[in-house]
């Protein structure tokens, strides 16, 4: 559906991607991720055409859109600050680029409403000045505008950053059924994680103008590819020296110069024996309770490693109290210093 091969874009000497190459199916929920000022709004903006690379095409359904208008690629955006007209009604922001494209006047009302209903926006709220909604609601107009021309792709670009965080989690559960129930490709552009996991069919890493990995969000979060995914993704423990050479001991098959992360979920307190896997005693040091879960600050002397424990209303660890912690050298992600390339379990 949408090919981006070897994409090299300069800002005069700076270059901002090195060598970018995506390709995002057809109906797929597609997400550019990672850090402040690493690429992915760039990358974004080059397959919309508000940016045109320096080296590279760019390719939707095997037609090269490369030096495209952007009102002729057929793209619909969704920007961070919404970029609605604050002084005009909900109706008149969605009916916009039908009225560019001089539809007739019965045409527009039906295909507004239409889209109006799909994203829950009453007949009452298209009479309201933008101004007037919350932020939830401003969300859905710009969704609605943006689909309403009935684009062959949406790009989004951080939606829901100005959302507070409960309504952040609602919405974005509204977005991912929206987009399964029109079935457009979307590409989504997000710094936050948990977003990009929640809501990614698939996902590519970025960092300082690099794609570190693609891949599905088990990929990702499970068999990071690099040292930069593994740390960026969800939290985890890098294991201390003294840990290592206990695995090792053991003949746990990891090397020593490696560095070696676990999963927070996978390190296990007061654990049965397990023949393979490393049981070192510890103190626990704090908690924080999530209700869900709780999360444990352990001291194994060497190190404080981080548990998470799924909260059963029975065993609860007490600051000071003495516990055991176990790990499985097959849950581990490992990387050489210069991170490379890894050696997951």
């Keep these: 559906?949408?090919?981006?091969?070897?994409?090299?874009?300069?800002?005069?000497?700076?270059?901002?991607l090195h060598d970018i190459n995506v390709h995002v199916k057809e109906?797929?929920?597609?997400?550019?991720?990672g850090p402040s000022g690493c690429g992915k709004t760039t990358t974004l903006r080059t397959v919309t055409g508000f940016i045109e690379p320096a080296e590279g095409s760019v390719f939707v359904k095997d037609k090269d859109i490369t030096h495209v208008p952007i009102e002729d690629r057929?793209?619909?955006?969704?920007?961070?600050?919404?970029?609605?007209?604050?002084?005009?009604?909900?109706?008149?922001?969605?009916?916009?680029g039908l009225r560019v494209k001089k539809m007739k006047r019965a045409e527009v009302d039906e295909k507004v409403r239409t889209i109006a209903r799909k994203v829950d926006l009453s007949d009452e709220q298209l009479k309201k000045a933008v101004s007037q909604l919350s932020g939830?609601?401003?969300?859905?107009?710009?969704?609605?505008?943006?689909?309403?021309?009935?684009?062959?792709?949406?790009?989004?670009?951080?939606?829901?950053?100005?959302?507070?965080?409960?309504?952040?989690?609602q919405l974005r559960g509204e977005l991912k059924k929206m987009q399964k129930d029109f079935g457009i490709t979307s590409i989504y552009v997000t710094h936050d994680q948990e977003e990009a996991l929640t809501l990614s069919d698939r996902i590519a890493v970025f960092n300082k103008g690099y794609i570190e990995q693609i891949g599905t969000p088990n990929e990702i979060y499970n068999h990071s590819a690099t040292e930069f995914v593994c740390n960026f993704i969800g939290d985890i423990n890098r294991l201390s020296e003294e840990v290592v050479d206990k695995l090792l001991a053991m003949g746990a098959p990891i090397r020593k110069e490696d560095h070696h992360y676990v999963r927070l979920e996978r390190v296990h307190v007061n654990a049965p024996e397990t023949p393979g896997a490393l049981t070192v005693p510890g103190t626990v040091d704090s908690r924080e309770y999530y209700g869900l879960y709780i999360k444990y600050y352990i001291?194994?002397?060497?190190?404080?490693?981080?548990?998470?424990?799924?909260?059963?209303?029975?065993?609860?660890?007490?600051?000071?109290?003495?516990?055991?912690?176990?790990?499985?050298?097959?849950?581990?992600?490992?990387?050489?210093?210069?991170?490379?390339?890894?050696?997951?379990g």
């Design 74 to 96: 057929n793209i619909g955006i969704v920007f961070q600050s919404y970029a609605l007209f604050p002084t005009m009604t909900v109706y008149d922001n969605i009916a916009f």
């Design 27 to 33: 109906g797929e929920f597609f997400t550019f991720l």
């Design 1 to 16: 559906m949408i090919r981006l091969n070897n994409i090299v874009v300069k800002f005069g000497d700076f270059t901002a």
């Design 136 to 169: 939830g609601q401003q969300q859905r107009v710009a969704i609605a505008r943006a689909l309403v021309t009935e684009p062959a792709i949406i790009c989004l670009d951080e939606p829901l950053s100005n959302l507070d965080a409960k309504l952040r989690v």
């Design 299 to 344: 001291d194994l002397g060497s190190q404080t490693i981080k548990v998470i424990e799924r909260n059963d209303g029975v065993n609860l660890y007490e600051p000071g109290q003495r516990v055991t912690v176990q790990i499985n050298p097959a849950d581990l992600m490992s990387y050489p210093p210069s991170g490379e390339e890894a050696s997951k």
